[in-house]
């Protein structure tokens, strides 16, 4: 590993304009898209802890949710989070539930296979409208699948976690009326909202740069490389897959399974928080899978 570091260091020293132009690249989509759209959900999120007033925003979804998934009252707001604020807020909801003693470690992991997933308005912004130029008729179809698969994806795994999720655990702190509203609880969720946020900021310029010295390596068929990019970095990795001089369905299918997957720099953002609350992740990953599995057999069918 650290004869693997030194070569990687040296080629960024040796390449100075990709590496620039991939730091770039990941600044700007982190500046861009990611801090304002998911900056503020993050804020409220952890004020929602920090004033104990999860299980009042949970109380209307969450027999829906037990419902379809089994989840707990509190587990549900991860469900809700993970799937309308964007990807990672699954991950770093179910965290803070561990954390604040609201669910299981056994529920978060089953959570997380499943409700970490990109914003609708980041799929119909970044997908429909920015790639696709607003085609006529892809809309209901790409929707229908990006959200279907992971639902799927929950439904099916719940049999594997049922024991875990439907015991009680008596250790768990009970809901109770939220607190006054204090000062000091909107100072601790701003400042734990930006150290995720600039966490995610390192990830994605990371990735990024990785993804530019891949685009730059020539030696490497033009397939290969489009294929490592967008294992590697989601967004870089769409946009070069909805250039492919293939049919439109082959080009809407390529990008969907990339975003539904996530990419490997998903999943180490992923990893890094879900290892701080000590939730396995192999469960993230499995889920990731199936669900791209899903939703490409969905848009195969649909579109």
């Known amino acids: 590993m650290a004869i693997f570091l030194i070569l990687a260091f040296l ?3 040796s390449n100075p304009e990709i590496t620039v132009l991939g730091a770039k690249t990941g600044l700007n989509l982190w500046l861009n898209s990611v801090v304002p759209s998911l900056l503020p959900f993050l804020i409220f999120s952890n004020l929602l802890f920090e004033a104990d007033a999860v299980s009042y925003l949970t109380a209307l979804l969450s027999p829906l949710c037990h419902l379809l998934f089994g989840t707990s009252k509190d587990g549900s707001f991860a469900v809700i989070s993970g799937f309308l604020c964007g990807f990672p807020m699954g991950s770093k909801s179910c965290l803070e539930l561990v954390k604040h003693q609201k669910i299981k470690k056994e529920e978060a992991a089953y959570l997380v296979s499943f409700c970490n997933n990109a914003s ?9 409208h920015g790639i ?21 994806t929950g439904i099916l795994f719940r049999f594997l976690f049922q024991k875990q999720t439907n015991e009680p655990d008596l250790s768990l702190q009970s809901s109770s009326p939220p607190a006054a509203f204090q000062f ?30 891949l685009q730059s390596a020539v030696f490497l068929p033009i397939p290969l490389r489009l294929f490592l990019t967008a294992v590697i970095e989601l967004t870089t990795g769409a946009s070069l897959l909805g250039k492919l001089p ?26 890094t928080l ?14 990731k899978l199936l669900t791209c599995f899903l939703c490409t057999v969905f848009l195969f069918i649909f579109l």
């Open 11 to 13: 080629m960024l020293l």
């Open 120 to 128: 609708p308005a980041f799929v119909i912004s970044f997908i429909c």
């Open 132 to 152: 696709f130029s607003g085609k006529n008729g892809l809309l209901l179809p790409v929707l229908f699948s990006f959200y279907s698969a992971p639902l799927i």
């Open 184 to 213: 000091q609880y909107l100072d601790h969720a701003i400042m734990n909202a930006f150290q995720t946020i600039v966490r995610l900021g390192g990830y994605i310029t990371f990735f990024a740069v990785l993804s530019a010295f």
């Open 246 to 271: 293939v049919s439109l369905k082959l080009r809407v299918i390529a990008v969907c399974a990339c975003v539904s997957f996530g990419s490997l720099s998903g999943f180490a953002q992923s990893y």
């Open 274 to 287: 879900l290892k701080e609350g000590e939730i396995p992740a192999r469960y993230y990953l499995v889920g």
